[in-house]
Each structure stands twice: as structure tokens, then as C-alpha cells.
């Protein structure tokens, strides 16, 4: 019994010491595989990258081939013709951090092209835009860059565009530590929305000839040089500025200040308010004497024993002739003069005169 058990322990000796070269060599296999990984490019799409995730990702397509693009991205094309596919199954992203990838493919022709998509970043902050992903098929026959606009600009010919370096031939990740390939770019937000480029530039067809692209990102990075960019300026609320007066415009301020000038003109048919207390008229300058003047200035009756009215009334009216046109044409300037008032103090006049007509007439036939 004991024998047995000794011998089982110097068996399991024996077993340890051979799993020992065992465990050495898949442990310095592993470590080899993490040093042959990417820098960088483990979870490239996540924090501290400002890019949302499924954008980075290059995630949920949009539209149909050749013009289908992962949400979030917009194309742009310089020269050429290129077809925009969004690969989804793994058998052909062909990609080292798994499906979705972006395709961009031609078949016997060239072009300049690619994508851009906007950030929004806290304005003054520095930025560092990288790609972990962007394997060719033709590694000669394509050019790849990045770019950023510090104004959040959308043409990639603008002069705002500050871009990195053009990598060509051998290199699918593209954010290994310098010296080996790495493509970043950095630039200092101008505003608070940047715009990240990634420009693929095929001069020379083999053939059938594509692009995959995966995990865009924007990193903060404050080691970004301030570049001078010319930043569109902001439109100012418009100055409040008098209204320029119209010719209707001028003819009613002239018409208002003619009124307030020039006292109001009632019309004769007008009748005055009763319920408005007025002031009491100031007497008028002497034209109350004039109906003294009567039309009978010598009524006194001829001494013939005749008395008759013949001679009366043909006195009456050549002496009468000259008074209304004179005393009417007082009255008339006594109401212009004097508006309301002075048509009152002339009704009170013409009153008074045919009055002492009246009465002058009766004490004549009573004299008689």
C-alpha cells in the first residue's frame, strides 16, 4: 500500500516536471501575441475616444451599395469612381477587431476619396485623430491619410484642414508607435464641433482593388500644436437702426404737425358740444356798436298832410344797401377769427339787430 502511494507521488513528480517547459512555452507564446498586437488599437472606440462608439465602430449602415456608409459618416470623392460597402459578416470584414468594417472598392479604375464625420469637443482643446484599421489589397496603389478641421468644416479642400502624413505600401494598422507606420494627426479645436477626414488616394489599378477601413478615432491630446485657421465668423445680431421715413410716412408726420400747428377748423354745420364747459368769450373788439346803425336814420315823417308809406320804403333799402354787405362781412371775420365762439357772439348780434328792427319798425307804426 505503501509502495503504491510512492509511486503514484513520483509520478506526478515526473508530470510537473514535464509541464513545466510546457507552461514556459505558452506563456512566452501569449506574451508574444500581446507584444505582436497593435498599439493602441485595443478598444480603440472607447474612452477616452470622443467619436461614439458605433461611429468609430464603423456600425449600423446606411443606404444601399454602392453608396452605403456606417451611420454617422459621410463620403466625399475628389476624383474618380469608388463604391462605399459596409461589411457585416465575418467571413468578409476582413478586419482584426471583427465585423462591421467599411469598404471602399474599384474594379480596373482609380480614385481619391474617403470619409469624414463630425465631433463635438470642448473648444481650445487639443486633438488627436488615429486609425487602428485601414488594410488594402494593393498596398502600393493606395495612399491613406488623416485630417482634421479645426473650424468643423466639411470640405476636404478647405485650407483649414490640417492632415497628417500619407502612408503607402505594407501596413494595416496604421497607429503603431513611431517609428514603425502611424498616421495620426493633431490639431486644437477652433470651435466646438471638429471635423476628422480619412482621405484614400488610388492612382494605379491592379485590378479588382479595395480598402478596409474599422476604429476611426478622436483622442484629447494636449501635446497639439495652436494652428492659425481662418475661423467664419460669428453673424451679429443686426444694430437696431431708425426706420428710414417713407414719402407716406413724411406726409403724415406733416399732416400731424400741421394739425397740432394750426388751431382746428370746426365746419359751420357742426353743431358744438353741449356737455363741454367752455370759457366765457372775451368781448370782442367793438363790433357790438354796429347795430346801433339802423336802417332808418331819419324816420321822421314829412310834414305833408299825407301820410303815406311811399317815400318810406324807398329810403329804406339805398340806405340799407351798404349795411349787410359791410356788417356781414364784420360778422364773417369776427367767426373766422374767433371760431366757435365768435359764431356764438355773432348769432347774439344778429339777435340783438333784428330786435331793434323789430322795435323800431312798431314804434314808427305807433307813431304814425
Known sequence: ??????????QCQQIYRLRQPLAATL???????????PAQASDPCNSPNVIPQPVCDMENPVGSPPNQ?????????????VAYIVETSAGSAHSFFGPPTLKMHNSGGTFKAGIFTQVQVSPGAGYRASISWGAPNAPDQFGRQLGIDPTGGTD??????????????DGRVLNYPPPDVNIDVRARAATDTVTVFFLVDHPASTGDNFIFIDAIALLPDESAPAVAVEIPPTPEAPTAEPPTATPEAVVVEQAAAAMVA?????PTNTPLPTDTPTATPSPTPEPTATPTVTPTPSPTPSPTPTA???PWPTVTPAQASTFPSDAQTQLIQIAERNGPNGLLAVGLLSFSGAGIFGGSLLWLRRRR
Request: aromatic share 10%.
Open 262 to 266: 394750426a388751431p382746428p377748423v370746426l
Open 27 to 37: 506563456l512566452a507564446l501569449a506574451l508574444s501575441l500581446t507584444l505582436a498586437a
Open 1 to 10: 500500500m505503501t509502495s503504491n502511494v510512492r509511486r503514484f507521488q513520483n
Open 69 to 81: 456608409l456606417p451611420s454617422g459618416w459621410s463620403p466625399f470623392v475628389l476624383s474618380g469612381d
Open 308 to 310: 303815406t308809406w311811399t
Open 156 to 169: 476636404p479642400s478647405s485650407p483649414n484642414v490640417v492632415w497628417g502624413p500619407m502612408h503607402w505600401g
